[in-house]
């Protein structure tokens, strides 16, 4: 059971009357002669392949997995089918260079189609998801070579592509890897060593899959300095780009794990495989990481898909669920008791979903705009600037919307009650998938140690401070405006509370580093909630100027603004004390007495 409707309604409300999409695209001249109904038609076809084709997989696919035999994973029934009519359809190549067979459209249009393929299907769009990342590695990294072979293919879809970094021995710690690669008379190298938790890294979809394998060269410097970066192809390709002989990848088992059931994780075991080096040698992890921030920015958009789509069945169910009268009174005395949407609390866990579901579209399709303009916008500085919002933000999106995915689900799986608990209504499904979102493409530690020690206190906190000039400019503009303050008025206290916590763990850390470990994880929530309450006040104006149409979009909008102010912002009070209680009470006992 279940449902799912892409929400093109508020898509179209964040890129069209929130970012004013239209007006950025003057700017980036490969862009310039997209519409608006261009950008809504595609959105809407891609709605309509999400809810028809891969959502009624999704069920489906959780309960059968993917299955193992003798290296071969076959994915559950249906999935080739759809992948199948998503390469015929065109969409891997929605926002790739046309010179590639690509479409060229922006990344913000294709970032709200994965938040879609996320809601639907989860599992399903880490597939091709992960080819995306690969397409994008080649196309800054690839030589000539990798291009004209490599990259045509994944455009089209029928290659795809995983990115191999964890061993057994290791994970975020790349530094330790011990994957071997030798060159060879030829050019190319010979790749031994195991990577695990290789999500997609074989299948029954496509011909061919490119695994991107960070491994190291005989006298490698030590640590991440010495990691360099290889394509490596289930079947090697010939000069004209078709396959031809097996290589010494193969796949030693998949997991059994907690969601993504139908996404195949693998242990893949490189045997004297064929490689051939991406980028300069030493140097693989500065070429990987165009793919793995693509993948965190994707992780985040699997968490906005389940929270969009954990919101959607708990208000389905909550409207049509009985359950007590309200405490003020029947709400619907022709029947034995009350819908439960008309409690309290009920509303507070939905309310709860909405906001964080519409706050994080905002976020993300910000993000991916400005990714849109680090790429082509005509002003050299502009894009410099947004180079940096974007290092600055990257963290963020992965992780702030990820922890906020994990309470969006379980307050479904609650909205529910004991059907939440059971598999025949899906719920417990989307807490079981989200989970994962929290751990993998760096953990959100991690993502909170990068945020605060090398993106904030590694520059003295630059990039954040033009990130508050941002907000200090709407500040301006709206606090003087009565209708405005509810919104205006947290927000400019927020933006003076971040300043000066930054500036306190930063006077601590000089002391003491471990202050920037202690302090990491709270205050990626608080300046994550920053960034939500910008957007959510910025979406109240809009829609504060459009009430008098008396569309109902725009008072729920401004309902749930009040809501997020109101009940979710004051979260940052306990998560700024809790930074700023150090690391003290974590640090001064002893191991043996844990």
Not at 534 to 550: C, E, H, I, M, N
Request: proline letters at 4%; charged letters at 20%; one cysteine or more.
């Amino acid at each position: 059971m279940g449902q799912y409707t892409a929400p093109l309604r508020d898509m179209q409300f964040v890129l069209h009357e929130l970012l004013d999409v239209q007006t950025e695209l003057a700017h980036l001249p490969v862009h310039a002669g997209l519409d608006t109904e261009t950008i809504d038609q595609v959105l809407a076809e891609a709605g309509k392949f999400c809810e028809e084709v891969l959502f009624p997989l999704n069920q489906s696919g959780d309960q059968q997995g993917c299955s193992y035999s003798n290296g071969v994973v076959t994915t559950p029934v249906g999935f080739k089918a759809a992948y199948q009519d998503y390469i015929k359809a065109g969409w891997p190549a929605l926002a790739c260079d046309p010179e590639q067979g690509g479409q060229g459209l922006p990344v913000f249009v294709n970032n709200a189609l994965y938040e879609m393929l996320n809601s639907a299907n989860q599992a399903w769009t880490m597939y091709p998801g992960l080819s995306h990342g690969a397409y994008e590695c080649l196309h800054a990294h690839g030589t000539p070579e990798h291009k004209k072979i490599y990259l045509p293919k994944l455009v089209a879809g029928v290659w795809t592509g995983t990115m191999c970094l964890t061993e057994p021995h290791c994970g975020t710690d790349l530094g330790l890897l011990r994957t071997k690669a030798e060159v060879q008379d030829d050019g190319s190298y010979r790749i031994n060593g195991t990577k695990i938790f290789i999500s997609s890294g074989e299948h029954d979809l496509a011909e061919n899959i490119i695994h991107l394998v960070l491994a190291r060269l005989p006298g490698a410097p030590a640590g991440t300095k010495g990691i360099s970066l290889f394509v490596v192809p289930k079947f090697v390709p010939n000069a004209e780009g078709e396959i031809g002989e097996r290589n010494g990848v193969s796949c030693a088992s998949i997991e059994h794990k907690m969601g993504i059931h139908a996404n195949a994780t693998c242990v893949i075991n490189l045997d004297n495989a064929h490689g051939w080096l991406v980028g300069e040698p030493h140097k693989g992890l500065n070429a990987m990481f165009v793919m793995m921030n693509a993948a965190r920015l994707g992780v985040g958009m699997q968490g906005l898909g389940l929270t969009e789509v954990a919101y959607q069945n708990s208000l389905a169910y909550a409207r049509q669920r009985l359950q007590m009268r309200a405490l003020n009174g029947a709400k619907a005395p022709d029947k034995a008791a009350d819908p439960i949407i008309v409690h309290p609390d009920v509303r507070r866990m939905l309310l709860t979903q909405k906001a964080y579901a519409e706050g994080g579209r905002a976020f993300a399709y910000w993000i991916a705009l400005l990714i849109d303009k680090e790429r082509s916008h005509q002003d050299e500085k502009v894009r410099a600037e947004c180079a940096e919002w974007v290092a600055l933000l990257t963290p963020i999106v992965k992780a702030f919307l990820t922890d906020n995915a994990c309470e969006a689900t379980n307050l479904g799986m609650q909205v529910l009650g004991g059907h939440g608990y059971i598999s025949e209504w899906g719920v417990e499904q989307y807490v079981r998938d989200a989970r994962i979102g929290t751990i993998y493409e760096g953990t959100n530690t991690i993502q909170s140690l990068d945020l605060l020690g090398r993106k904030v206190l590694g520059d003295m906190g630059a990039k954040l401070k033009k990130f508050g000039a941002l907000v200090r400019d709407f500040i301006e503009q709206e606090g003087v405006k009565p209708e405005m303050q509810e919104f205006v008025n947290p927000l400019a206290e927020l933006g003076d509370k971040v300043q000066k916590l930054t500036m306190e763990i930063g006077m601590k850390a000089m002391g003491d580093r471990d202050e920037v470990g202690a302090a990491a994880t709270p205050y990626l929530r608080v300046v994550g909630h920053l960034i939500f309450a910008y957007f959510w006040a910025r979406s109240a104006r809009v829609a504060l100027d459009k009430q008098a149409t008396g569309d109902p979009f725009y008072q729920a909008k401004l309902v749930t603004a009040r809501f997020y102010f109101a009940k979710l912002l004051p979260e940052t009070a306990w998560q700024i004390r809790s930074a700023r209680a150090g690391a003290k009470s974590l640090m001064e006992l002893d191991e043996a007495l844990f």
